[in-house]
Structure formats: structure tokens, C-alpha cells
Nanobody, 115 residues
Framework: QGQLVESGGGLVQPGGSLSLSCVAS????????MGWYRQTAGKQREVVAA???????TYADSIKGRFTISRDNTKNTVNLQMNNLKPEDTAVYYC?????????WGQGTQVTVSS
């Protein structure tokens, strides 16, 4: 049984918006730094955004001002709101939970930005 379950993603035109969600088990979510990563074919997985258990956020320079990460502690969920999407945002997006002792990954969800 997966520890992280992602939803959202899909096909959107340039300039459009998408929202990704990731639900974690309660034991992980409460103590984890939650993040979103993305990966395209032939490239390394890269961090997009992250949020600590206290709500401190960090963003990759390439998406600052366009993407927003948030966590809902009542629902054990981390969300990624993506606005003004560009073709270069096309990738498989992965949710990651990092605790002191473990790292967990979601199964990945495809985001395609194309006209």
C-alpha cells in the first residue's frame, strides 16, 4: 500500500493552470518535509517546491511566482497550484515526503503543457 497518493495533472494549454494533490499517511505527514519534484526523459529529477511541517516554503527559481505549494494539516495533503504554465513545465511530477529516517515517493503524475 502506497504511503503517498497523488492526483491531478493532465494536459493544459500554455498559460493555463493545474493543481496537484498528494495525500500522505498521517504518521508521515505530521513530521515530514513535503515536496514536489519533476522529471523529464533523460534528465535528473529536480525539486520544484517544498514545505516544512511548520509551513516554511522553498521554490525552484524556474517556477517562482507561478507555482504555490501548500499543505493542509487536517487532511494530510500537500498541494501544488501551477499557474501560467509553460511547455517547459511538461514533466512527470512526483510527491516526496522526507522524515528524519526515511524518504517516500509518490507514483508520479504526468503534466503536459501543449497547444
Amino acid at each position: 500500500q502506497g504511503q503517498l497518493v497523488e492526483s491531478g495533472g493532465g494536459l493544459v494549454q500554455p498559460g493555463g493552470s493545474l493543481s496537484l494533490s498528494c495525500v500522505a499517511s498521517r504518521t508521515i505527514f505530521s513530521i515530514a518535509v513535503m515536496g514536489w519534484y519533476r522529471q523529464t526523459a533523460g534528465k535528473q529529477r529536480e525539486v520544484v517546491a517544498a514545505v516544512t511541517s511548520r509551513g516554511t516554503t522553498t521554490y525552484a527559481d524556474s517556477i517562482k511566482g507561478r507555482f504555490t505549494i501548500s499543505r493542509d494539516n487536517t487532511k494530510n495533503t500537500v498541494n501544488l497550484q501551477m499557474n501560467n504554465l509553460k511547455p517547459e513545465d511538461t514533466a512527470v511530477y512526483y510527491c516526496k515526503a522526507q522524515t528524519i529516517n526515511n524518504i517516500y515517493w509518490g507514483q508520479g503524475t504526468q503534466v503536459t503543457v501543449s497547444s
